[in-house]
């Protein structure tokens, strides 16, 4: 079932830069999207479009049949789309990390008690031991500020999470914590999310549907497989894939699946290829004990 419908959307920015340009776009409820692209391709304004936050210049964007054009949705909207800040800091505003996650909830009207119970919930989530909750959310890291930021989000328990850059300052094991986390928020909660992102190996190992943006515009949308399988159309965002799919392709003339997108399904594509050659090779290759995005730093 169709969740958002973004409907030939073009946003300018005051200044008169074009940021998107008819962008047409469906998102299903529990999916899990990536909007990848180039500095300045547009994911930003169109996250943000998708929240509610900016409103298309032209044409629309409908969350669950509300438009989000429509005066006086805000309240509606909140609920079902939540829109975690590139920055941490263009979020956070109270005084105490407490009140700052209970700071929707509370706008919307819960109970006192019942705002606690959430606010420790989502704490425990996000990783937040409540030693924190008198801290101001100003004096802690980058990497914490984001987890307080995607918590306050939750709090309000919107249909659709939009992360814009999740990993921001998370070292590899946090990342993989935050996307986890996320991941799991899908399959128990039945949560759809989007996130931006420029970690292709992040994108690798959570997304099933990428759409990749350039110049505001989308250059392709589909299952992550098939969309780093063409290398030549990616090029064009300036996004290279992940290392696991680049040696795939470089292997694919040697009989090896070029569309491994992790080192694990690499090292099974090159041992299945290896067995069609020679037979079983009995640990020719070991995969190692390899966790889901191999190379965090690699862009
Ligand atoms: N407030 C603004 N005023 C004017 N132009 C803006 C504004 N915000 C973004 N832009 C421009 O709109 C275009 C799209 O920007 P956007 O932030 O959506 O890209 P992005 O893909 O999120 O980039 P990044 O990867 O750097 O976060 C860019 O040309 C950018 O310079
Ligand atoms: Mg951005």
């Not at 969350?63 to 979020?91: C, E, W």
């Not at 992102?197 to 515009?217: C, D, N, Q, S």
Request: aromatic share 6%; with cysteine; hydrophobic share 40%.
């Amino acid at each position: 079932m169709t969740l958002v419908r973004v409907e030939d959307a073009t946003f300018s920015y005051p200044d008169g830069t074009r940021a998107l340009d008819g962008v047409t776009l469906e998102i299903t409820r529990g999916e899990f999207v990536a909007l990848i692209g180039q500095n300045g391709s547009g994911k930003t304004t169109l996250s943000k479009c998708l929240a509610g936050l900016l409103r298309p210049t032209r044409g629309r964007v409908v969350v669950d049949g509300i438009d989000t054009a429509s005066k006086g949705v805000m309240k509606d909207l909140v609920r079902r789309i939540g829109y975690v800040f590139q920055n941490p800091d263009h979020q956070l505003f109270n005084a105490r990390v407490y009140d700052e996650i209970g700071y929707g909830p509370k706008n919307l009207g819960v109970p006192e008690a019942e705002r606690d119970a959430i606010i420790r919930e989502v704490a425990a989530v996000t990783g937040l031991h409540p030693d924190l909750f008198g801290e101001h959310p100003f004096f802690l890291s980058k990497g914490l500020r984001q987890r307080v930021a995607i918590a306050a989000t939750l709090a309000v328990r919107p249909q659709v999470i939009v992360v814009d850059e999740p990993t921001t300052g998370q070292d590899y094991r946090q990342s993989i914590d935050v996307m986890d986390f996320l991941v799991r928020l899908r399959v128990e909660r039945g949560h759809t999310i989007v996130i931006v992102t420029h970690e292709m190996p992040i994108v690798a190992a959570y997304a099933e549907r990428v759409v990749a943006l350039r110049g505001g515009r989308i250059l392709m949308d589909g299952a992550a497989r098939e969309v780093f399988s063409r290398p030549d159309v990616l090029a064009e965002t300036f996004v290279k894939p992940p290392q696991a799919t680049r040696l795939a392709h470089a292997w694919a003339r040697n009989g090896v699946r070029g569309d491994a997108l992790t080192v694990d399904e690499l090292v099974d594509a090159m041992r299945a290829a290896l067995a069609a050659r020679d037979g079983p090779p009995a640990g020719r290759l070991e995969a190692g004990a390899a966790h889901p995005p191999q190379e965090a730093g690699d862009v």
